[in-house]
């Protein structure tokens, strides 16, 4: 028997979770902890009280690394002020406006739309002109964090760790608009729909037609965006992707209690059990 809640999860890989009797006295380590039930633990956790239940799990639940579930992914998903290689080009104001767009979306398997195996969790703009050594980078562009559920999908999540430690993971970024202006040096200005300039159809310029021009996409709608793996090349050879450290229990258990850290510590404490000292 295992206690299964929030708690459970930044429980150490290996730990039996176990009720200890000291602490559900009152003048015990942990005095603001109460019994309410036989089989319930109470925590007046500042403005929250967590109540632990006792949850059956399969005895391998005590082998498994929490952290195993989810692969954090962090890169660059989208520039501006340059066209990528398939032509495709965004204003800064662009992507001031499809910003908002980006996070919720669905993280897909090599632009296969019903493979999804993620979701994108969060979007910012990156502001140009920070160059650094390392990266060499200083046009705008949008920086996305995608969790990829490695629990669904434990192939992909392998290649993916393979890919990442050979510096060839990216994303590709999907991406619609209303409008299309056929931009850069090539370029004549005009505006045509987006179906017109992708079908390039009569409506559409010779340029945009003869893909001769970069389409600008005007006030993009991001809809997700791509896990690329080799051999598929990215459209933006600037899209890497990295994998995020993962965090550690003490992290977590400071999240868990809002930074408060000597409550942060006696949950710890508390899950570690007594032979963790
Ligand atoms: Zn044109």
Redesign the pocket.
């Known amino acids: 028997m295992s206690y299964f809640d929030v708690l459970d999860r930044i429980k150490p890989t290996g730990m039996q979770g176990h009720l200890r009797e000291d602490i559900l006295t009152a003048d015990g380590p942990f005095p603001n902890v109460e019994r309410q039930e036989a089989s319930a633990l109470v925590v007046d956790a500042g403005n929250r009280t967590v109540v632990t239940v006792p949850a059956e799990v399969p005895k391998e639940e005590a082998a498994l690394d929490p952290d195993s579930f989810l692969t954090r992914l962090r890169g660059r998903l989208v520039g501006a002020e340059q066209a990528n290689r398939n032509g495709q080009f965004w204003t800064t104001g662009d992507l001031v406006f499809g910003v908002g767009t980006v996070a919720g979306g669905p993280l897909n398997w090599l632009h296969q739309e019903r493979r999804i195996v993620g979701a994108l969790t969060e979007a910012r703009l990156v502001e140009g002109g920070k160059q650094t050594a390392a990266e060499g980078w200083s046009l705008p562009h949008i920086e996305a964090e995608a969790s990829m559920w490695s629990f669904l999908f434990p192939s992909e999540t392998h290649i993916v760790r393979e890919a990442a430690a050979m510096g060839k993971l990216f994303y590709s970024m999907e991406c619609v608009s209303k409008n299309v202006e056929?931009y850069g040096p090539?370029?004549?200005?005009?505006v045509v729909s987006y179906a017109d300039a992708t079908l390039r159809t009569e409506r559409?310029?010779?340029?945009?037609r003869a893909k001769?021009?970069a389409r600008r996409l005007i006030n993009p709608v991001f809809q997700g965006a791509a896990i690329i793996v080799p051999p598929v090349q990215p459209g933006w050879a600037n899209a890497n992707v990295e994998l995020v450290r993962k965090a550690g229990s003490n992290d977590k258990a400071m999240a868990f209690t809002d930074g408060d850290e000597a409550l942060a510590a006696q949950i710890l404490a508390f899950i570690q059990g007594p032979t963790s000292a």
């Open positions: 056929c090539n370029g004549c200005g005009n559409a310029c010779e340029h945009i001769a021009s």
